[in-house]
């Protein structure tokens, strides 16, 4: 546990590999309960385990504490990066303020759920530090219209963190956990205020390849056409892929895996996901995420080196963002296609490095189906990156 | 390292085309509009401001609409507008003219807005403004033909034709041919306004003060086969659009020139053309004109020729943006890699590391002269057969760029040691010195080149270049016309 030299914040953070989610929840819940008046508690467990099982459990030690949480691709947390895990982290102290809220059925109205989870935000008194955190399931569609309700409601006046719950590349059924229940199809927020900072930073470690494309042809998140050429072609072409990733599906989801298509913004180039929803025959791509006609784009490619740069600088400005406060502990969501460039090895280096940046205060995070992180403008859904939320 | 944000505005204003034309009511369009535009510009805050109203906003919580600040803005009384959460924006309005005239503000925490933003909000705002018109009179004859069965069959067909210009914008946005959109709204034009024909005309590229036939309806081939090129001065309300950039309506033709008479048989009696644009400049008009004694053309008819006259001028822009991006990235006159084109790809293939890279710096010798004595266009061509002959003696792998004047430079790729690199030199310098047929003489050029050798020391793009451009200047001053690998001693010679 890390505690604010004025003692009105902390956070702590409890992880247990036990295969029981019952008892893995309890061992974690309470290593990551060592401060007064918890606020909140924030659960990051492989797919594999009982929802039910875990809010029984730490309902039991912490009652009365509000839950939200979400399956996921891995857990991170300060021993490194595993799976099948149960990872608790808590917030708690008389400088946090917590509300929450919940909403389901959310497909097809992914706006309207947006605004929805936002209005959690009205629940909690004027504070100078605020965040909305948001866990969606990550097999929703459209996962930017849930933010584009957030801002309908909220407008620019609160930072949106969070990301889309993982279910371990099964693509099966991820699930959210809040309001004492386990669903799925559903977004779960916790408007955190604090009498502190919170400080919120993003980054991808991508960098474009060649000449910029122009999407000349796209609908319903698909890009049919680059430059008039067919847009798997030219993409592959750019990145002079090999043979077998023209022709096999698997082929192109394993080398588009680590090779995201940069979309043009004023400030950079925001990746984009195109190794799933492969479309051999149509020779189109797309990984659910919008991508509009007219759009300029990149064929990006990346490394671990990049990637660790990436990691440094989003620690590193999130932490800086705190200012003169000490640092009491860190969220991390890292994009679950980064597991697959970094592999194994790659992977126990990223979280020895984030384990550095925090330099012994506690954190913790998953590998996500997307990372949210809305700091300024209006867009906040990401794919392939690292957000980071440091808590004062 | 690209910077992203310079490209034109008009892929921006693509992107919006797309959002906008897939709207079916006024109030979604709006609400497209200001997420769209702030996306664009990674604004906090855009608002839509009509008759004293706001009418669309993101940015602030709900119910939270500081609704006289944005009116303030709207009036430009004021430029900078407090946001909750992103603090003191700055905030830019454009106003759109019309019979539903508005205002479309956008603000941004951080610096001023550039010109190109500027110019982008100014694009979006004519296209909202265009939507919003279409949609409207959707909307107005909606209303009508419930109140009115008389004007039932009119009304039906003119909202035939109005959902028509949101096919052609679809049309646009998905990039089919362009001679295929141009005849689509030839061809709705007059299907609109009823006229007898329709001709877009534009200038014609060797000749300025001509226009060019590009698509028409109702001409008879004979007389205006596609492609024709007419006088602007004798083109009636054609030219006189294109030259005074605004429209013009001509009603009687007894003084019409004889060509217009020619073309059309005799039988015109009136003419209306609007101008079209491309990227803002006018680059032709699209001409109706009718063989009734009694056309009048009015407000309404002139609104509608505007607005497909806006459709072409969307289709020409969106044509030539795939081309203008690729010059941005080419040289103009050689269609090689410009100098930053070619920066960007060095120091990626340097940073990776995959391949050893040799640089040869080469520079013509007396290109001035033939510039002096045969003049630009003969140096142009000069600069084009270089080009072409470098071209032909590298590989795919291989990349040539043209870094102004008479300088190119060469990356040779998977080449690491002098002996390649300097056959490679050897060959161009063999082929450059073939006669070349420039403005009907045979020159021979020389060139002078040097060749620096990517070693692991060397990790920066520009220190090579520089490498090779100082063994370069060891050629000049040893007599030219020759080739020379770069050593550390030829440091003390720029010193």
């Not at chain 1, 996921?72 to 490194?80: Q, S, W």
């Not at chain 2, 009508?144 to 909202?159: A, I, N, T, V």
Request: proline content about 3%.
């Amino acid at each position: 546990m890390t505690e604010s030299r004025d003692g009105r914040r902390w956070m702590g953070v409890g992880q247990s590999a036990h295969p029981d989610s019952h008892t893995a929840a309890d061992a974690a819940g309470r290593a990551a309960l060592v401060g007064a008046e918890p606020k909140l508690m924030i659960v990051f467990a492989g797919i594999d385990h009982d929802g039910t099982a875990m809010l029984d459990a730490l309902g039991h030690i912490a009652p009365g504490v509000p839950v939200i949480g979400c399956s996921t691709h891995g857990e991170i947390g300060p021993d490194g990066a595993q799976d099948d895990t149960v990872l608790v982290a808590a917030i708690g102290g008389a400088g946090f303020t917590v509300s929450t809220s919940v909403a389901t059925e959310v497909s097809g109205r992914q706006r309207d759920a947006g605004a929805e989870v936002a209005r959690c935000v009205a629940d909690v008194g004027a504070a100078p530090y605020r965040v909305l955190m948001l866990l969606t399931d990550g097999l929703l569609r459209d996962q930017e219209a849930i933010l584009r309700g957030c801002y309908r409601e909220l407008g620019a006046s609160i930072p949106l963190f969070g990301g889309a719950a993982g279910d371990a590349w099964r693509m099966t059924g991820a699930y959210v956990l809040g309001d004492g229940r386990t669903m799925s199809d559903a977004v779960v927020a916790a408007t955190i205020t604090s009498d502190a900072p919170l400080s919120l930073a993003v980054r991808h470690g991508w960098h474009e390849v060649g000449e910029p494309m122009i999407v000349t042809s796209a609908e319903l998140g698909r890009v049919y056409t680059l430059d008039d050429r067919p847009a798997m072609d030219l993409f592959l072409d750019r990145l002079s892929a090999p043979p077998d990733a023209y022709t096999d599906t698997q082929a192109f989801t394993q080398f588009a895996l680590s090779r995201p298509l940069g979309v043009r913004r004023r400030s950079g180039l925001e990746a984009r996901n195109v190794s799933t929803e492969v479309d051999m025959a149509g020779r189109s791509i797309g990984g659910g995420s919008a991508i509009d006609h007219g759009s300029l784009v990149w064929a990006m490619t990346g490394d671990e080196e990049s990637i660790a740069a990436a990691t440094d600088q989003a620690c590193e400005q999130a932490l800086t963002g705190l200012g003169a406060y000490e640092p009491v502990g860190m969220l991390t969501l890292s994009c679950a296609g980064l597991r697959a460039v970094l592999g194994e090895d790659g992977t126990r280096r990223e979280s020895e490095r984030l384990a550095k940046w925090a330099a012994g205060i506690p954190f913790a995070g998953f590998h996500t189906y997307g990372e949210i992180a809305r700091i300024r403008g209006i867009d906040g859904f990401h794919n392939q990156t690292l957000a980071v939320l440091a808590f004062a | 390292m690209t910077d992203h944000g310079a490209e034109s505005p008009h892929v921006e204003l693509l992107e919006l085309l797309a959002v906008m034309s897939s709207f079916s009511d006024e109030d979604a369009a709006m609400g497209g509009a200001v997420e769209r535009a702030a996306q664009t510009l990674e604004a906090e805050v855009a608002a839509i401001v009509v008759d004293d109203r706001v009418t669309a906003s993101v940015g602030f919580p709900a119910k939270s609409v500081p609704e006289a600040d944005l009116l303030a803005i709207a009036r430009r009384e004021r430029d900078t507008l407090h946001v909750p959460g992103a603090g003191e924006c700055v905030a830019i309005v454009v106003e759109w003219a019309g019979p539903h005239h508005g205002h479309l503000v956008v603000a941004r925490a951080g610096n001023g807005f550039s010109v190109e933003e500027h110019s982008v909000v100014r694009g979006m705002a004519r296209l909202l403004s265009l939507t919003l018109t279409m949609l409207r009179t959707l909307a107005a004859e909606h209303a009508m033909r419930e109140r009115s069965e008389q004007l039932l069959d009119s009304l039906r067909q003119r909202q035939r034709l109005l959902e028509h210009l949101f096919d052609i914008q679809r049309s646009i946005s998905r990039r089919r041919p362009l001679a295929q959109i141009l005849d689509l709204i030839t061809s709705a034009a007059q299907d609109l306004l009823g006229d007898e024909m329709v001709g877009l005309w534009v200038y014609d590229t060797r000749d300025t003060t001509r226009a060019r036939l590009v698509s028409s309806v109702g001409l008879a081939q004979d007389f205006a086969p596609e492609g024709l090129t007419v006088p602007l001065a004798e083109a009636g309300a054609t030219g006189a659009a294109m030259l005074t950039d605004d429209v013009v309506v001509r009603c009687g033709y007894q003084d019409t020139s004889d060509l217009i008479a020619e073309l059309t048989g005799g039988a015109l009696c009136a003419s209306m053309a609007a101008p079209v644009h491309d990227s803002g400049t006018v680059t032709g008009s699209l001409l109706v004109g009718s063989y009734r004694p009694d056309r009048v053309y009015g407000p309404s008819d002139i609104q509608t020729l505007r607005a497909f006259a806006d459709q072409v001028s969307l289709a020409l822009t969106d044509a030539n943006t795939v081309d203008r991006m690729y010059q941005a990235f080419r040289d103009s006159l050689t269609g090689l890699a410009s100098r930053g084109l070619f920066l960007d790809l060095l120091r990626e293939r340097l940073e990776a590391g995959s391949a050893p890279v040799a640089l040869l710096f080469l520079d013509l010798d007396r290109f001035k002269d033939v510039n002096d004595t045969l003049g630009h266009a003969a140096g142009d061509a000069l600069l084009v057969t270089t080009a072409n002959r470098l071209t032909s003696q590298l590989r795919e792998t291989d990349i040539v760029a043209r870094f102004g004047g008479d300088e190119f430079v060469v990356m040779l790729s998977g080449v690491s040691n002098a002996t390649e690199a300097s056959a490679v030199a050897q060959r161009i310098l063999g082929v450059l010195g073939e006669p070349m047929l420039i403005g009907g003489r045979k020159l021979r050029i020389g060139a002078s080149i040097g060749i620096a050798l990517h070693t692991p020391d060397v990790p920066d793009p520009a220190d090579l270049i520089r490498r090779a451009d100082i063994a370069m200047y060891q050629v000049k001053r040893n007599g030219r016309c020759g080739y020379r690998m770069f050593v550390d001693d030829m440091w003390s010679a720029v010193d």
